[in-house]
């Protein structure tokens, strides 16, 4: 067992394996295996749930998630029914947050996880659907300035008209 002290100043116990999915944890040990890992830049409540991925996981990276994601629904390219019902229950504005945790403790499998989860919101979905999903208000902008914003982006151009 090692341990890993949070923002609150906790030490919690968790399995030594877990080095083998937290590339933070296992740089930390290598460079000082005798000590706590200062893990303080995360509360506890926020550190719990990704321990409980990696234990779920029995501290072995889960095989890479299909891609590109062949539709919307993540059971289509994601075998682990936990790992969908994990990553669905995180709310969509906290996913972002989640894969910046992810890249910053060296967490691939899970990152790519919540990766999967934001492709599969956009996934063939119309832009106005994505409008109103997002509450994003129509442009006011003129045909003059469409032109112009057509024109200065002639990828938008080619994918929305096919030119």
């Not at 100043?9 to 200062?38: F, H, K, R």
């Not at 996880?113 to 997002?134: C, G, Q, T, W």
Request: charged share 25%.
């Amino acid at each position: 067992m090692i341990q890993v002290k949070t923002a609150e100043g906790t030490c919690i116990e968790v399995d030594a394996n877990i080095v083998n999915m937290i590339g933070y944890i296992q740089a930390a040990l290598q460079s000082n295996p005798t000590v706590p890992v200062d893990m303080s830049m995360m509360k506890k409540a926020d550190l719990e749930p990704i321990l409980e991925f990696c234990k779920r996981h029995s501290y072995v990276n889960p095989p890479p998630i299909r891609r590109p994601i062949p539709n919307g629904d993540l059971t289509s390219c994601i075998p682990s029914k936990f790992d969908v019902e994990y990553i669905n229950a995180v709310p969509f504005e906290n996913l972002f947050e989640l894969i910046s945790v992810c890249e910053f403790l060296g967490i691939p499998s899970l990152k790519e996880l919540a990766s999967a989860r934001v492709a599969a919101e956009f996934k063939d979905k119309s832009i106005a659907e994505l409008k109103a999903k997002f509450g994003v208000a129509p442009e006011q902008f003129s045909k003059a300035e469409q032109d112009v914003l057509l024109n200065q982006n002639d990828w938008v151009s080619k994918q929305l008209f096919g030119e």
